[in-house]
């Protein structure tokens, strides 16, 4: 196992992009800090050899003071060529500590997530499979990122204050682990919102992850059917082209079709052949508690 230097970045950059869209979390990772613009603190890379790697690992952990926890604990993304040295590589305790939670996102299905749900069962916890999600693709340069606002509403974006609304919108379970994600991301990364003139209260927005995606979606059922996530999604597109960025996805569970729809609508595009899987992994003696008093230290 070899564990990245900053100076190593872009060689693995170049290579990871050889396997795009499959690749795109980890490259986005290394892209950001390597530009020190939209990073994860603390993100580190190990590989299985170096420069021509097999296995490629991201964790969001470190080693020392972690800001804020990826959703509930770690996240975990993973690219490999090599299913057997993917496993040695997940099986290694110095590449993962399996004492804490583990997200495995945006997991190449069957390939990678076979993988990595055979390990996760190996050890002594939980896992839990999501739903079978798409990708949608956004091309940057050609969608035109255009939006139309019924009377009445504005756009907005949203801020750390908004972090209690929306664990109040979606339960993801630990809303106090939830709850320092949202702040840190709300306060660091774009967001799109739409509210009523003289309200501060979003009826409608979506958010931007670490990895380099659109997430977070959400219309409040009472505004629904009158194509605010569309303006939303097209309110993000925009801003993130004027960043500098060419494209950027969505994943949404294939079933749910409010959030295919919607972001179809504003110019999305399925990329086919492709099922991103999305994995948890809870240690038999983890718990919320514990957790949290490492972030809150």
């Known amino acids: ?78 690219h490999s060529t090599n299913s057997e040295k993917l496993q040695s590589l997940l099986e290694n305790s110095q590449c993962l ?29 939980t896992t839990t499979i999501e739903d079978p999600a798409v990708c949608i693709h956004f091309d940057l340069i050609k969608n035109p990122s255009k939006h139309e606002l019924p009377n009445g509403f504005v756009l907005s974006e949203l801020n750390e204050n908004h972090a209690e609304q929306l664990i109040q919108d979606r339960n993801f379970g630990c809303p106090r682990l939830n709850l320092l994600f949202y702040r840190y991301i709300l306060k660091n990364y774009p967001s799109a919102a739409v509210v009523e003139q003289g309200s501060t209260v979003p009826v409608a927005y979506i958010a931007y992850r670490p990895e380099g995606c659109l997430a977070l979606g959400y219309t409040n059922p009472n505004y629904r059917g009158r194509g605010f996530l569309k303006v939303v999604v097209h309110e993000m597109l925009r801003k993130l082209k004027q960043l500098g960025f060419t494209h950027t996805c969505g994943y949404a569970a294939a079933n749910n079709y409010p959030s295919v729809k919607g972001m179809l609508a504003a110019g999305g595009v399925i990329v086919e052949n492709y099922q991103p899987d999305f994995i948890q992994y809870i240690p038999r003696h983890w718990t919320e508690d514990q957790c949290l008093s490492r972030f809150q230290a």
């Open 1 to 78: 196992m070899l564990l990245l230097q900053h100076g190593q970045l872009s060689q693995l950059i170049r290579q990871l992009e050889r396997s795009l869209p499959f690749s795109s979390s980890i490259h986005h990772l290394a892209n950001e800090q390597l530009r020190h613009r939209l990073q994860w603190p603390g993100v580190s890379f190990v590989v299985d050899a170096f420069p021509n790697f097999s296995v490629c690992i991201a964790r969001t952990c470190c080693t020392d003071r972690e800001i804020a926890p990826f959703v509930h604990d770690v996240g975990v993304f993973v």
């Open 97 to 125: 500590d399996w004492n804490r939670r583990m997200y495995f996102r945006v997991v190449k299905h069957p390939h990678d997530s076979d993988i990595v749900v055979k390990t996760c069962k190996a050890m002594d916890g």
